[in-house]
């Protein structure tokens, strides 16, 4: 089992910056990739990002891409998304995720962590 914890959401006004954090824990060896997704009040959750958890592949959506940049710290067993010049329309629910080798769909979610950007 691996164990993922957000933190570091909050309220921004737009044009502002915010940076989450993904611990992971417990059989991290057996992750190929780290997510980040986010869900929105009345609307299916949608994907933001991926990283290789060997760090050397990201991947983003059209959305976000230019504006949010997803990394890890190896030694912390820590993935961030760092997000600049927000907008209101990223508000929403961001939720990490880890996916094992071979597989399509994410095994491990974090609990989650509320972005608000007002505008």
């Known amino acids: 089992q691996v164990q993922l914890v957000e933190s570091g959401g909050g309220l921004v006004q737009a044009g502002g910056s915010l940076r989450l954090s993904c611990a992971a824990s417990g059989r991290t060896f057996s992750v190929y990739a780290m997510g980040w997704f986010r869900q929105a009040p009345g609307k299916e959750r949608e994907f933001v990002g991926e990283?290789?958890?060997?760090?050397?592949?990201?991947y983003y959506a059209d959305s976000v891409k230019g504006r949010f940049t997803i990394s890890r710290e190896n030694a912390k067993n820590t993935v961030l998304l760092q997000m600049n010049s927000l907008i209101p329309e990223d508000t929403a629910v961001y939720y990490c995720?880890?996916?094992?080798?071979?597989?399509?769909?994410?095994?491990?979610w974090g609990q989650g962590t509320q972005v608000t950007v007002s505008s």
């Open positions: 995720a880890g996916r094992l080798r071979g597989h399509s769909a994410y095994d491990y």
């Open positions: 990283i290789l958890w060997s760090g050397t592949g990201t």
